[in-house]
């Protein structure tokens, strides 16, 4: 049966659930993004929010989208070479039956979670399920 993937905060306390937030320390750190492209993509969200509170939304959807596509590339090529540098941390992580990756940022569909989620542990069969839902904590 292969891995079941799933996506959530880091609130989730199943027991399932693999931290890869860059703070969280550990083996699967290194599926955490490095400080080299988290930093610009932190950098870059911060400045398209103060671009869209100028009333410049529209430019800074468009930036907002090409710099995710940048962190994405950078954050595939990062998790290949850690997926060689420790073969035997993938592979466990593809034996489990069900995984549910956690990180602290609060929305699943701009975070590393998501891409190591939906794009490289079905790489090598394991399925993509979705958010975990009820697992934000409350405002």
């Avoid at 602290?104 to 090598?124: K, M, N, Q, T, V």
């Amino acid at each position: 049966m292969p891995l079941r993937v799933y996506v959530s905060h880091t609130s989730y306390v199943g027991a399932d659930g693999v931290d890869v937030s860059p703070r969280a320390g550990g083996p699967h750190s290194i599926l955490a993004p490095a400080p080299g492209i988290a930093g610009p993509w932190a950098y870059l969200r911060r400045e398209t929010a103060r671009i869209a509170a100028e009333g410049q939304t529209a430019r800074a959807r468009q930036l907002l989208v090409q710099g995710w596509h940048l962190f994405e590339e950078a954050y595939k090529g990062q998790v290949e070479r850690a997926r060689a540098a420790r073969p035997e941390l993938w592979a466990a992580l593809l034996e489990r039956e069900e995984v549910t990756l956690l990180c602290d940022c609060a929305a699943s569909e701009r975070c590393h979670r998501e891409i190591l989620g939906r794009h490289l542990l079905p790489r090598d069969g394991a399925v993509f399920c979705g958010l975990r839902r009820g697992t934000m904590p409350r405002p």
